[in-house]
Structure formats: structure tokens, C-alpha cells
């Protein structure tokens, strides 16, 4: 009794972990039926005098240990199975536990690797497409959702391979694979985002993302960058070199389209930059640093600033302006009755770090 037990348990468990459909790697087709050709394996357990490995004839047949000939052309790994543990129960082994493998095939076959579940070799059925490849390798992993697929194909009467591009998105991207076919699932491709955003870091390049959907996905700009630049550093394929794109989110087209909406590439790194600012000092009220949100003119800079004071003279109004790449200053007049009056060319538009100083006059 005790011996019955045991055989059955080891069924159970032979049945969850041990016995794989197919006997080398990347047999996913559980519905894989048996050939001319094929090289099976068949195992008893605690009956290893039996075992054998054994090719299936021309004719379909097989010759095991106590049941002769058997002819299992057609079958599948389960019916072969049942039909050795049938015919040694019927009066050979009381409870027989038998597994059957499939060692090799010289069936047509192809080849899925990459970010698959199972990836490896596999017996090709006919009008097999590159989707149902896919599908006998476990499906693509999270890690490949989003990566290339590519189809490598050997040329008649040449050492190298065809490479096909494959989109499965495409009415007709879904190809039929054919025999020693290689079908590859490429890692996804990422992108990063730095700077004054929410949530910096690397992510998952998806189809058709743009910049707005990047940063977005970042966790958008924070109060700290809302009026920084926007850059995108990519990496010129040809040259090696970097360059940097300046994005312009607010600017649109007659089409209503954002100029400044790239289309992201792999391994592009997109940065927002902390706000600029400027500075108004003297007779104001309250005199200080503000960010430089678009289009701060001067008198916008003054009203920020609280006002003139009444000291404050419109007659003595200048701005501070850095020369580029010196450490020295520039002094610019402004006409504030002129830009009061509506002339635009006299309001003049601040830059980053530009200092606002207003003077005291005479009352």
C-alpha cells in the first residue's frame, strides 16, 4: 500500500515539474505531434533497464521494451505517453510513471531569443507567422514591449543573414516565418529626464513619445522650472558628438501644433532648467529678485517690484545687463514715459540676470 502511495506521488509530481512537453529547449507547442525523423526519449521511473532513446522510422513507428513495436507518427508527447503507460500497466509495471521527451527533430524549425519568456528553438508548422513565434516562445516580457523585432534570415547560397524589421502594428507587418528563421526581440529602448522635474530619472522609450508625454510622464515641470529652457541632449549617430536641441513648449504653429513637440529617440536626455531671474533695485517698493517669466519687460519689472516709490524717478531708469562672456556690466537707459505712452520698442524685454535700477529724483 504503502509503495502505491509512493508511485502515485511521484506522479503528481513529475506531472507539475518534470515532464516538459518537449525535451530541448524552447519547445513551447505542447500540441507538437511526432515525425519521421524524430529522436524521442522515453523513461520509466524506478524501471531504468527500460528506458530508451529511440528515433520514430519512416513508417511512423517505434520499438520499445516489453510492447515491440509502436507506431505513435502523428501523435503528441501526452499520447505517446498514455499509450506506454497503458500498454506496461496491462501487465508489466503495476503503476507505471512514464515521461516522454522530445530530444531533436529534423522537422523544419525556427529560433525565437531576446526578451521572450521561453526563448529558443521550436518546430515550424506550416502558415506559422511571426506573432503565433511569439506566442509558442511565452510572449514578449515587460523588458520588450516596447523593443524592435527583426526577422534574420539566411540567403540562398550565402554564409550572412537577411535582416527584416517586423511591425506587428502594421496590416501587414505580421510575416510568415520560414525554416532556420531567427526571430529577435530587442530590449526597449529608454530615455532620460533630469532637472526641475517631479520625478527625474530613466524611462521606457514607448511608441510615438514625444516631449510633452515625457515630461508628463516624469511628473511634469515643477514651480522651479516653469519658465527654465527645455533642452534636449542627443547623440549624433554618425559622429559620435552631442548637440542640444532648445525646446519651445508655448510656441505654435498656424496648425495649432506644438513647435517645440520633438519626437523623443533612444537614449535622448531631456533637461529642464531652473527659472531664470532678474532684479529691480533702488526706488521701488519692494525691491528684490523675481523670476523672469516670458515676456517681463521693464515696466512689467517695475509693477512686480511693487511700483516706484516717491522718490522714484521715470527719468532715471536703467538696466544692468552682463556682456556675454565678460565680467562686466553694460548700462541701458529706458525711456519709461516713452514705454508709457505705448511706444513697445522704448518697453524693453529683460533677459536673465538683468538688474532693474531705479533712482531717486528730484521731487
Known sequence: MLKWLFAVLISIVCCLFLIPAHGFSGEGNG??????????RISVLENEDIQSRMPVANDGAISFPYLGNINVGGMTLE??????????SAGYIKYPVVSVTLESSESPQFFVYGEVQNPGKFILDENTTVLMALSQAGGVTPDGLYGSIKLRRKQTEKTEYEEISVNLKDEN????????????VERNKIFYVCGKI????????EHNMTVIKAISLAGGITSEGLYGDVLIRRQNKDSGEYEDIEINLKGYTEAGALTGNLQI???????????????VYGEVMQPGKFVLEDNITVLKAISLAGGFSRYGSQDKVKILRQV?????????????????KGSADKDIRLKPDDIVVVSEGLL
Open 31 to 40: 500540441e507538437y505531434r511526432v515525425r519521421p525523423g524524430d529522436m524521442i
Open 79 to 88: 499520447e505517446i505517453k498514455n499509450t506506454v503507460t497503458d500498454g506496461l
Open 173 to 184: 507587418g505580421d510575416l510568415s516565418v520560414k525554416d532556420e528563421d531567427i526571430v529577435i
Open 198 to 205: 517631479g520625478r527625474p530619472g530613466r524611462y521606457t522609450l
Open 265 to 279: 529617440m533612444p537614449d535622448d536626455v531631456i533637461t529642464v532648467g531652473e527659472n531664470k531671474n532678474f532684479f
Open 324 to 340: 556675454r562672456n565678460k565680467a562686466e556690466y553694460e548700462s541701458i537707459r529706458v525711456d519709461i514715459k516713452g514705454a508709457v
